[in-house]
Every structure is written in structure tokens, then in C-alpha cells.
């Protein structure tokens, strides 16, 4: 029997893979060379490091990772030692273009703004950015892309410089996080860009902590109102906590935990590994039912406040900004505690296209947008 190391807090973990081998599920920070000494398979998260030291003299034939994300993995080690690996991309990237549609919503009730007088630029146009600008385009905001390797293979959009896209309103980034090389993203956003932002721009970080160097945003916000919003953080999960107190909305990297996300991560992982060892699919994934999918809402106020009430009832931003407030101001090895904590004890959130919508008073552009927003209308 194979012996399956897997990230405790991997949906389906203790269940899905129980058929394929003997399956231990442990703490992902918890994940060590001496644990895999004697195991075949590892299924990770992306808060564990996986490369040589964590790999030397195991007996690791197969790697999966169940997130978007690849810079936790060394590739170049997995090929030299001929180990087969498998990732998730695309797996949660409704539940981060949602996140990113509810703090629209969200900030332009708190500051007063409507969205179609708003201009974003989305940074990184893959799985979720094209999620996000197709969400954008739906609410009438006028959006650019930047996206260099996209933009190269002339792949049709938008796209523009990243210094066109710091004139924007809004700018929210979605790209992997590149250490080196000609689409280095490591210190994306950095002091001599942050300086180029107009007071009151928006921006917004789902991708990875240190596209954004941390401390010259926190230095630049103490000198210039920027409306920050952090869901992903460098060095987390000990993270900055004066930049903690100083953001408009953070959370702790949870953007993409809906529950479909999470579920669909594990799915095609199990999907992988059944192939590599060329094993029958046993597991079914059932996704359990919503008990009362049908929301109401009355169109009595603009937009934005009637959208924001909506999507609050399935997914309240403010809840998740509010429980992350919790650990400002502990010491750093309670924020490191309780930045974890909070991920493994996120609540379920599910996405919008298990919703339906009645009213007595939709019009057909509200249908349109609730529509291509996901959301089925009775």
C-alpha cells in the first residue's frame, strides 16, 4: 500500500484518497523530510515548502499540490529526480474573481462611488484575471490588462503597460509570483510605482504577498491615501502587522476558499493521482446542498447599495476584514497562530451560481448582469 502524506486542511483529505493507500493528514507548516522518509505521495497546500530539503532520501514518487500557485514547488528538482507532479490551476479562480466583485461592491457603498464611472487595471489575465475583467465589463467599468507573456503570443485585449495601468482607479493583481526573468513579479508594486498612484486609488492584492514589497506600500500609505486591500501578504503568515492596521480590508489569503474552490482543488489532484497510478476513480465528490438558495431583494436604492446588500447575505467581506482585525496587535507568534487559524476554521462560503434571485422588480439589465454575474433568476 502506498503511503499518501496529505495537508490536513485539504477538502475531502481524510476521504477522498483513503482507497489509493494509507492516508496521514497533518498540520502543512508540520511537513517534514523525517515524516516522508517512508511515504509515497505528498499533497500539499501552498503554505508548505516543497524541494530539496524537504525531499532528500524519501521515497516521494508523486507531488500534487491543491492550489493555483507553483512558487512553494521547486519544478526543477521534481524533474531532476524524475518525480511526477500535478497542480490545480483554475481551481478557485470563481471564488477570487467573487471575493474581487464583493469588494467592488463593498467599497463603493463605503466610499461612495459608483463602479461605471471607475476605471480598474487588472494585472495577470490568466484563469482569474479573465474572470475578473469579464465581471468588470458586465458592471460597465472601463478596464485595461496588463500581461506581458499573454501579450507576446498575441493573445487579443487590452493590454498595456503597467504604467498605464497605475493611472486606474482601481488596480487589482492577479499574477503568479516570478522570482527572476524577463516576467519577474517578485517587488512588483514597489516604492518608485507606488509613487506614481493617484490619492485614493484602489489597491487590491489576491495573487501572491510579495508581488507588493510590504514594507514600501506600508511606507507609502503612511504618506498618501491609498485605499489598500490585502488578502495575500509577505512573509505570512507572519505578516507586517503595522500594515495589518493600516489596510482598508484584509483578510488571511482566503480569497479563493469558497467551498467549490477548495473542493475542486482536491478533485483534480484525486483526478492526477488516480492516472499516475493508474488506479479506478472510487471517490464521488458531492457537493452538499444549500438549504435555502432563494434570496429576495427589492430595488428600492441605486445599484451598488442593492448589489452589495445582495452579495453580502452569500458572502460578507466585512465579516472576514472584521475577524482578521482580531490578531492586530498580538505578538508575532500569536498573529502567526491565529493567521492560520482562521484559515482552517474559515467558514463555508459558496459561490454565487448556487443562488437564486426573486423580485417583483427587475428590470432586464439588472437580469443581465445578475445573470452573467452566475446567479439563476425565478
Known sequence: MYKIIIDENIAFADKAFNHLGVVETVPGRSISNQLLKDADILIV????????????????????????????????????????????????????AEYVVALFFYLSVKYNFILKDKSIGIVGVGNIGSKVARFAEVLGMEFLLNDPPLERIGVPGKFVSLNEILKCDIITLHTPLNPSGIDKTLHLINKDNLAALKENTILINTSR??????????????RKRIITVLDV???????????????????????????????????????SLC???????????????????VIEINLSERFENNMNQLISK??????????????????????IKGFDKQRKNYP???????????????????????SDLRFKII
Open 45 to 96: 497546500r501552498s503554505i508548505t515548502r516543497v524541494d530539496e530539503h524537504l525531499l532528500k532520501d524519501t521515497n516521494v514518487k508523486f507531488v500534487g499540490t491543491a492550489t493555483i500557485g507553483t512558487d512553494h514547488i521547486d519544478l526543477n528538482y521534481l524533474k531532476r529526480k524524475k518525480i511526477a507532479f500535478a497542480d490545480a490551476k483554475g481551481c478557485n479562480a470563481f471564488s477570487v
Open 209 to 222: 504577498g510579495a508581488v507588493v514589497n510590504n514594507n514600501d506600500l506600508l511606507e507609502t500609505i503612511k
Open 233 to 271: 501578504w509577505e512573509n505570512e503568515p507572519e505578516i507586517n502587522s503595522e500594515l495589518l492596521e493600516r489596510t482598508d480590508i484584509a483578510t488571511p489569503h482566503i480569497a479563493g476558499y469558497s467551498y467549490e474552490g477548495k473542493a475542486n482543488g482536491t478533485i483534480m489532484i484525486y483526478e
Open 275 to 293: 492516472k499516475f497510478l493508474n488506479a479506478e476513480k472510487k471517490f464521488d465528490f458531492q457537493f452538499p446542498v444549500i438549504t435555502d438558495p
Open 314 to 335: 452569500i458572502y460578507s467581506i466585512a465579516d472576514d476584514n472584521k475577524r482578521m482585525r482580531k490578531i492586530s496587535g498580538m505578538s508575532n507568534s500569536e498573529i
Open 348 to 370: 463555508i462560503r459558496r459561490e454565487f451560481n448556487n443562488y437564486k434571485i426573486k423580485s417583483t422588480n427587475l428590470n432586464e439589465k439588472i437580469k443581465s448582469v445578475l
